[in-house]
Antibody, heavy 117, light 106 residues
Framework: EVQLVESGGGLVQPGGSLRLSCVAS????????MNWVRQAPGKGLEWVAY????????YYADSVKGRFTISRDNAASTLYLQMNSLRAEDTALYYC??????????WGQGTLVTVSS | SYDLTQPPSVSVSPGQTVTITCSGD??????VSWYQQKPGQAPVLVIY???KRPSGIPERISGSSSGNTATLAISGTEAMDEADYYC?????????FGTGTKVTVL
C-alpha cells in the first residue's frame, strides 16, 4: 500500500525556517517525481515545488523561489522541503504528492505550517 | 502567469448530471487532471490525461477537453460526490491548479 507521511510542521515566527519531511512507503521513491502542494486555510490548492526521480530536475512556484528548497533522499525514501524566510502568507497545510501521468496519484495527509509572531 | 478558471460553485439534484468547467489559454493542448477534495481530507485524483480514470474511480465520473476548456462530468450524482473539485495542468515547468469548484448535492 502506497503511503506518504509528512512531518515537521509547526508554529514559526516570520523570517524563520522549517524543514518538512515526507516518508514514502509501499513503492520505490527513486522511480517517481515528487511534489509539494500547499493549501492555505479555507483556500484552494497551490503547487509549491517539483523534483524529478533522480533529483536532477527541480522547479519552484514563483511565490517560493529563492526561499524554499526541495530535495530527496531516495535511499531513505524521504522527500524534504527546506523553508527559509517564512512569511505569514506561507501559512498552509503542506502536502507531499507523488507525480505520475503529469498528475498526483497519491497524497499524504499534510503537515500544518503556521507563520505568526 | 498561467491561470485556470473554474466556477466557484455548482449545485445538482441527486441522480442528475453535473458538469464543472476549467478554462485556460489553449488548455486543450495540455494534459488536464481533476481532483476531488472532501472536508478535512487530502485531494484524490479522479481524472488524468483529460479523460482517463485511475483505478477505483467510478465510470460515472468522466472528463473531456477541447480548445480552451476542460470539463469534468459526474452522472448519477450521489450525496458522496459533494466536495470541492480542482483542475490542474502544467505550463512549461510550472504546475497550475484551478480556482476550485464546490459541488453541492441538493
Amino acid at each position: 500500500e502506497v503511503q506518504l507521511v509528512e512531518s515537521g510542521g509547526g508554529l514559526v515566527q516570520p523570517g524563520g525556517s522549517l524543514r518538512l519531511s515526507c516518508v514514502a512507503s509501499g513503492f520505490t521513491l527513486s522511480g517517481y517525481e515528487m511534489n509539494w502542494v500547499r493549501q492555505a486555510p479555507g483556500k484552494g490548492l497551490e503547487w509549491v515545488a517539483y523534483i524529478g526521480g533522480s533529483g536532477t530536475n527541480i522547479y519552484y512556484a514563483d511565490s517560493v523561489k529563492g526561499r524554499f528548497t526541495i530535495s530527496r533522499d531516495n535511499a531513505a525514501s524521504t522527500l524534504y522541503l527546506q523553508m527559509n524566510s517564512l512569511r505569514a502568507e506561507d501559512t498552509a497545510l503542506y502536502y507531499c504528492a507523488r507525480g505520475r501521468w503529469r498528475a498526483h496519484d497519491y497524497w499524504g495527509q499534510g503537515t500544518l505550517v503556521t507563520v505568526s509572531s | 502567469s498561467y491561470d485556470l478558471t473554474q466556477p466557484p460553485s455548482v449545485s445538482v439534484s441527486p441522480g442528475q448530471t453535473v458538469t464543472i468547467t476549467c478554462s485556460g489559454d489553449k488548455l486543450g493542448d495540455r494534459y488536464v487532471s481533476w481532483y476531488q477534495q472532501k472536508p478535512g481530507q487530502a485531494p484524490v485524483l479522479v481524472i488524468y490525461h483529460d479523460t482517463k480514470r485511475p483505478s477505483g474511480i467510478p465510470e460515472r465520473i468522466s472528463g473531456s477537453s477541447s480548445g480552451n476548456t476542460a470539463t469534468l462530468a459526474i452522472s448519477g450524482t450521489e450525496a458522496m460526490d459533494e466536495a470541492d473539485y480542482y483542475c490542474q495542468a502544467w505550463d512549461s515547468n510550472t504546475e497550475v491548479f484551478g480556482t476550485g469548484t464546490k459541488v453541492t448535492v441538493l
